[in-house]
């Protein structure tokens, strides 16, 4: 297995995604002994846990005690059962998962697990859970699609409007010669609104003197289709309000000027041998998923020998006021000019401007 290596260009056609479907997931049921093995053995330890289980079985919704996580603990240790899912996705995949990314890492409890993958799962058995998964590709492609993009992932378009506000402004004050392409990456751009966000504020600002490109990288490769494709398996409410969201920009423009591809932020990016005019990287820097100094100043590094001299950084996020106690806005902004960036005064997040010399 190995990652995606070609960008994907953005298309809603149904040929298209069942195509892309193919490349990155294996069809039908699976076939695995060892996975087999698994399931039973996780039968066995939940029967257990529900003759002895003074609660009552786990249901949907149920408000979870102290004294039911700790005899769910006890028989059914939720490390054990992330390893046999954790088998079962890699399985499934024709690509290598990012699996510290998947919300099962995170869970206490089998309990809490389940908890978290409502609304698909209705009953509290992991072996039947595990069976039941590698029967069904379906199933087990909504399963994916939950664990890996919860709802709490992305969903948002114009997330950062005072952002755009700043970039439009700047853009109207830093026009290019007649004929120029404004090249622009969203950098950790998960499900891709923010990427088509950007896309949408420089078709209006360079409209009439210059083109444009935008590319978005991620490193989830499911995160990867669904940007391109938007495709949302486990959440058709979601799937049908992003699609109407973008169509209107896939209509007006070429596809091919957008492009997601895979990326990590704590690797330099190969020479390209050109520059981002403007760089966006929102909702990681300074987050739960980046936050140690030294990962930090190499992800603002790599970032910065991306952009092109005259060009713009801005990075931004929504998250709980905990973690800007361990990264603070000012740290975020002395990591912009500890790189070279001379700073501007942003409403949202930060930004930096490469000096032309």
Same mark, same amino acid.
């Given at each position: 297995?190995?990652?995606?290596?070609?960008?994907?260009?953005?298309?809603?056609?149904?040929?298209?995604?069942?195509?892309?479907?193919?490349?990155?997931?294996?069809?039908?049921?699976?076939?695995?002994? *060892?996975?087999?093995?698994?399931?039973?053995?996780?039968?066995?330890?939940?029967?257990?846990?529900?003759?002895?289980?003074?609660?009552?079985? %786990?249901?949907?919704?149920?408000?979870?005690? $102290?004294?039911?996580?700790?005899? /769910?603990?006890? !028989?059914?240790?939720? +490390?054990?059962?992330?390893?046999?899912?954790?088998?079962?996705? @890699?399985?499934?995949?024709?690509?290598?998962? &990012?699996?510290?990314?998947?919300?099962?890492?995170?869970?206490?409890?089998?309990?809490?697990?389940?908890?978290?993958?409502?609304?698909? &799962?209705?009953?509290?058995?992991?072996?039947?859970?595990?069976?039941?998964?590698?029967? *069904?590709?379906?199933?087990?492609?909504?399963?994916?699609?939950? #664990?890996?993009?919860?709802?709490?992932?992305?969903?948002?378009?114009?997330?950062?409007?005072?952002?755009?506000? @700043?970039?439009?402004? %700047?853009?109207?004050?830093?026009?290019?010669?007649?004929?120029?392409?404004?090249?622009?990456?969203?950098?950790? !751009?998960?499900?891709?609104?923010?990427?088509?966000?950007?896309?949408?504020?420089?078709?209006?600002?360079?409209?009439?003197?210059?083109?444009?490109?935008?590319?978005?990288?991620?490193?989830?490769?499911?995160?990867?289709?669904?940007?391109? $494709?938007?495709?949302?398996?486990?959440?058709?409410?979601?799937?049908?309000?992003?699609?109407?969201?973008? +169509?209107?920009?896939?209509?007006?423009?070429?596809?091919?000027?957008?492009?997601?591809?895979?990326?990590?932020?704590?690797?330099?990016?190969?020479?390209?041998?050109?520059?981002?005019? #403007?760089?966006? !990287?929102?909702?990681?820097?300074?987050?739960?998923?980046? $936050?140690?100094?030294?990962?930090?100043?190499?992800?603002? /590094?790599?970032?910065?020998?991306?952009?092109?001299?005259?060009?713009?950084?801005? +990075?931004?996020?929504?998250? $709980?006021?905990?973690?800007?106690?361990?990264?603070?806005?000012?740290?975020?902004?002395?990591?912009? @000019?500890?790189?070279?960036?001379?700073?501007? +005064?942003?409403?949202?997040?930060?930004?930096?401007?490469?000096?032309?010399?």
């Amino acid at each position: 297995m190995s990652h995606p290596s070609l960008p994907y260009t953005p298309s809603f056609d149904d040929a298209a995604v069942q195509s892309g479907l193919q490349q990155l997931l294996v069809p039908g049921p699976l076939r695995d002994d *060892d996975l087999e093995r698994r399931s039973i053995r996780l039968t066995g330890m939940f029967s257990l846990y529900a003759t002895f289980s003074p609660h009552g079985l %786990w249901a949907p919704g149920l408000v979870l005690t $102290h004294g039911m996580r700790s005899l /769910a603990e006890q !028989c059914l240790p939720v +490390a054990e059962i992330v390893r046999s899912l954790e088998r079962m996705i @890699v399985r499934s995949l024709r690509v290598s998962p &990012v699996l510290a990314g998947s919300v099962i890492r995170n869970a206490a409890t089998w309990l809490d697990l389940l908890d978290q993958l409502q609304p698909l &799962v209705r009953h509290p058995d992991p072996g039947r859970l595990l069976r039941e998964l590698m029967a *069904d590709d379906g199933k087990r492609r909504r399963f994916l699609w939950r #664990i890996f993009l919860p709802p709490r992932y992305g969903c948002d378009f114009d997330r950062y409007p005072a952002q755009g506000a @700043v970039l439009r402004n %700047w853009l109207s004050r830093n026009r290019l010669s007649a004929g120029s392409v404004v090249r622009c990456l969203d950098a950790a !751009c998960g499900t891709g609104e923010g990427t088509y966000e950007l896309a949408r504020i420089v078709h209006e600002a360079v409209a009439g003197w210059g083109g444009w490109r935008v590319d978005g990288t991620t490193l989830e490769p499911l995160e990867l289709f669904s940007a391109a $494709h938007g495709y949302f398996p486990h959440d058709p409410e979601r799937q049908a309000a992003f699609r109407s969201r973008v +169509a209107p920009l896939l209509t007006a423009v070429p596809a091919k000027r957008l492009s997601f591809r895979q990326g990590d932020l704590t690797l330099p990016a190969p020479a390209t041998g050109h520059g981002y005019r #403007i760089i966006v !990287c929102n909702g990681v820097l300074g987050g739960p998923l980046l $936050h140690e100094k030294r990962q930090l100043t190499e992800g603002v /590094a790599n970032l910065v020998a991306l952009l092109e001299p005259g060009g713009i950084l801005l +990075a931004a996020d929504r998250f $709980h006021g905990g973690w800007k106690k361990r990264v603070s806005h000012n740290d975020l902004r002395d990591l912009l @000019v500890g790189g070279g960036l001379q700073p501007l +005064a942003v409403e949202d997040g930060v930004a930096g401007v490469r000096p032309l010399a």
